[in-house]
């Protein structure tokens, strides 16, 4: 078992930024590729970004290339998402998952663990 945290979550003006981060547990946290997705009051929950094992190249939904850096720090078992000019549409309960793999997916069933979540509200 993988035990996920997320924390960061808040509050923010339009423009602003936030930095998720997700703590992992009970399991070697390099042997699991992260993602981060999100899901707004009645939508499906969506892709927003991946990372594999090496940290070494992210994966970005389009809604929030050039915008958002998903980065991990193996030694602390953690991965980050740095979200930066915020926009109204980025209001989400942001979740971080991990998958047994090298790569990192898009697909959320590729998934073998998930956080509980923490909430981003953005202000217009």
């Known amino acids: 078992q993988v035990q996920l945290v997320e924390s960061g979550g808040g509050l923010v003006q339009a423009g602003g930024s936030l930095r998720l981060s997700c703590a992992a547990s009970?399991?070697?946290?390099?042997?699991?590729?992260m993602g981060w997705f999100r899901q707004a009051p009645g939508k499906e929950r969506e892709f927003v970004a991946s990372?594999?094992?090496?940290?070494?190249?992210?994966y970005y939904a389009d809604s929030v290339k050039g915008r958002f850096t998903i980065s991990r720090d193996n030694a602390k078992n953690t991965v980050y998402l740095q979200m930066n000019s915020l926009e109204p549409a980025d209001t989400a309960a942001y979740y971080c998952?991990?998958?047994?793999?090298?790569?990192?997916?898009?697909?959320?069933?590729?998934?073998?663990?998930w956080g509980q979540g923490t909430q981003v509200t953005v202000s217009s």
């Open positions: 990372i594999g094992t090496r940290g070494d190249r992210g």
């Open positions: 998952a991990a998958r047994y793999s090298v790569y990192g997916s898009t697909r959320r069933n590729d998934y073998d663990y």
């Open positions: 009970g399991r070697t946290f390099s042997d699991y590729a």
